[in-house]
């Protein structure tokens, strides 16, 4: 039970560590490309993504059987995608579409695509597609079946949903801050933008735990995605190099 807490806490708290890394700690202030940070990021996601495998290995290896295609859950799972993403398009288009508040992202943003080369149409759309269907899928094998999977053992449902949503959440905190800078803007929109966050990942791990299967929460995360980078490029394409 101890051992399994321990990975449990070093889960949950490694992806915000190396958020905080790549995104703040090795950032560069004009912008340049920057291989380590790059490194760095690689190094963290390939940490982060086959730690849940090789303690499963070593541990607890009745968790590796992979389960079969199924369909349960996924129309939940594109409903409440297609959802999520409907309001996120209203929610930019209406209010947040050319406003200084989206400059100011936009500017951050073009820097840290700088640094990892990615500051042109064809990067920004190849790191979107990766983003949206292989991280996905990573985050969920990562969130819902390691961190989401191992709370349930030792807590009730409701705080395994509660506790694995906050882990998701804490390391979109450092990225919405550094893409959002400042005091007002942490509690206008860095916070209620984060708390969305783990509202999304309570509702994966509870459709996880429903349809008991990684496919229904991958599919509804990839629709969520694939909306942010839409987003993202309509802000981004002024500052693309052609």
């Not at 947040?96 to 920004?124: C, D, N, S, W």
Request: hydrophobic share 55%; with cysteine.
């Amino acid at each position: 039970m101890i051992r399994d807490w321990a990975a449990l806490v070093f889960a949950m708290v490694f992806p915000t560590l190396m958020s905080w890394v790549y995104f703040i700690g090795l950032a560069t202030q004009a912008g340049q490309p920057n291989p380590t940070a790059l490194l760095a990021y690689g190094v963290g996601k390939g940490v982060q993504f086959t730690f849940p495998f090789f303690y499963a290995l070593l541990f607890d290896r009745s968790r590796l059987r992979p389960s079969a295609p199924t369909a349960r859950g996924l129309g939940l799972a594109i409903g409440f995608g297609s959802l999520v993403a409907a309001g996120m398009f209203v929610l930019y288009a209406v209010w947040l579409r050319g406003t200084p508040l989206m400059e100011v992202a936009g500017r951050q943003i073009i820097g840290k695509l700088r640094e990892f080369g990615l500051a042109t149409p064809a990067g920004y759309v190849l790191f979107g597609g990766f983003i949206s269907v292989v991280h996905s899928l990573f985050e969920e094998y990562y969130f819902r079946w390691f961190i989401f999977g191992g709370l349930k053992r030792y807590l009730r449902l409701s705080g395994a949903v509660a506790l694995s949503a906050l882990a998701f959440m804490a390391h979109h905190i450092v990225v919405l801050a550094v893409y959002f800078p400042g005091a007002a803007e942490f509690l206008t929109v860095v916070l209620p933008f984060s708390l969305c966050v783990a509202v999304g990942g309570a509702v994966w791990a509870w459709l996880y735990d429903r349809a008991q299967s990684l496919y229904a929460p991958w599919l509804s995360h990839l629709i969520v995605d694939v909306a942010i980078m839409v987003v993202g490029y309509d802000l981004m394409a002024p500052y693309l190099a052609r």
